[in-house]
């Protein structure tokens, strides 16, 4: 049971935390003007700004005085106060709380593999020409035959099925997986920049069964992953201040994956708070259920 100023003043830290990120994005969407590094967590994620900062207090709690969270798809009122509704448990609601629960269960099973050095990044522009290049407008650090001649010259180790979708056709036959969505679960290990950027989605998709507190756990350290991702990427991103991990040399390799494993050790309690919430969803739900006759 929260108390009204108690929940309120949650929300509002939730709020005031999460506005650093969504505040500058709204006004470059106002402005049409682009950022090649946090746009892609409020782009290629489907979850809005305004979503990411409305908070949910997750499973389990009571709200004092909150007849507001009725607007929401998901709450109902007890003689007790506001909390979430069994009726709005799905089985669609089901269905995701066991998928990611396989999914986050199998990844934590495996050690982290450290050795792809970010190379998906270069997979995605891969003989193309300048104005097929995704981030169009900003440079290559090492042009385009430059960029060219490092994934032929590399071994590309990419099993994120997300980011192995987006490779050039002539550089997806150069990994040495072919992941896809059905394999999604066989391959997930933790050393995955991607696959840890994703434990923001998972956060989200579980709404709002997960506290928006580890909501928003997950997606600063996805903002931070994302800046490793884009300094290692074939892009020059200097002139926003992104200095270059250069996986083109063996220093800038070593770099990469002490980084990437650092992220793996973050990553390790927000996954395992996920299967936590996971499962406690599908023991709600299972004692909603009619008693077997």
């Known amino acids: 049971m929260l108390t009204e100023p108690e929940w309120r003043a949650r929300q509002r830290a939730h709020v005031d935390r999460v506005r650093r990120w969504t505040l500058p994005h709204k006004e470059r969407s106002l402005a049409k003007e682009k950022h090649p590094v946090h746009d892609f967590l409020f782009t290629y994620y489907s979850h809005r700004p305004g979503r990411l900062e409305r908070w949910h207090p997750g499973l389990g709690v009571v709200l004092e005085g909150a007849d507001e969270f009725l607007d929401y798809r998901g709450y109902h009122r007890t003689d007790d106060g506001v909390t979430l509704d069994p009726a ?7 269905r995701t709380a066991e998928f990611y629960l396989g999914l986050l269960a199998a990844t934590v099973s495996r050690p982290p593999r450290l050795n792809c050095f970010g190379l998906h990044e270069w997979a995605m522009v891969y003989r ?3 104005e097929q290049v995704r981030h169009f407008g900003w440079p290559l650090r090492l042009g385009h035959n430059g960029t060219d001649a490092l994934v032929e010259s590399s071994q590309v180790r990419c099993g994120h099925f997300d980011a192995f ?40 998709k579980l709404e709002p069964y997960v506290p928006s507190e580890l909501v928003a756990d997950c997606f600063e350290l996805a903002s931070r992953i994302r800046e490793l991702d884009m300094r290692a990427s074939p892009y020059d991103l200097s002139a926003l201040g992104y200095e270059p991990v250069r996986i083109e040399t063996p220093a800038g390799r070593a770099e990469y994956a002490r980084q990437q494993a650092d992220f793996a050790e973050r990553a390790k309690p927000l996954r395992q708070r996920l299967i936590t919430v996971c499962r406690d969803v599908l023991r709600w739900r299972e004692a909603q259920l009619p008693a077997a006759p």
């Open 88 to 94: 709005a448990c799905t089985e669609p609601r089901v």
């Open 128 to 130: 193309q020409t300048p």
């Open 165 to 204: 979708r987006f490779f050039t056709p002539p550089a997806r036959p150069r990994n040495a997986l072919q992941p896809t969505r059905e394999s999604q679960v066989e391959l997930e290990q933790p050393g995955c920049l991607h696959g840890n950027m994703d434990l923001y989605k998972v956060a989200y």
